[in-house]
């Protein structure tokens, strides 16, 4: 190791520090300069990307395959969010689920197309519980929940 090296392995974490501080001060700065310099060269560094592609078509066309992979995700990433809110809805809920593991059941039934429903109807003296449910195409869960429906008013019909 030569002197430079030496000094800088005695003095790393100090180093570090002032190099942290001198960004803190002129990050404002710094910003405004990277942002003009990637306008002056936007044509360069579109013809340098040309040309690296041209030379390394195996790489490019990984890079796209992910980019689009990347992409299909933050569109599914949207529908999701629906599948988030309807999670958050459903507030009665038992208390060994978390709200990770609600998401994660309604995110698959969006995904699918399919619609989320409980195993045992709340109504019927069912919990709110990831155990209790199950995911259903539409057809099967308006079938399911005629059939709940009907037993719920057999039920009180029964209790008068």
Known sequence: ??????????????LKAQARARYATKREEIRQKLNEYGRKNRVAAKERLQKWRKDNPDKAKEQSRRYYANSVARRAHVKLETAYRRAAIANRKCICCTNIMFRTVYAASELVGGEVDHIKAIALGGKHCV???QILSVEEHKEK??????ECRRLRAAAK
Do not use: G, H
């Not at 392995?9 to 100090?14: A, D, F, S, T």
């Not at 929940?145 to 009907?150: G, I, N, S």
């Open 1 to 14: 190791m030569n002197r430079l090296q030496i000094y800088y392995q005695l003095n790393k974490e100090r």
């Open 131 to 133: 155990k209790n449910l």
């Open 145 to 150: 929940t005629k059939r709940d429906l009907a």
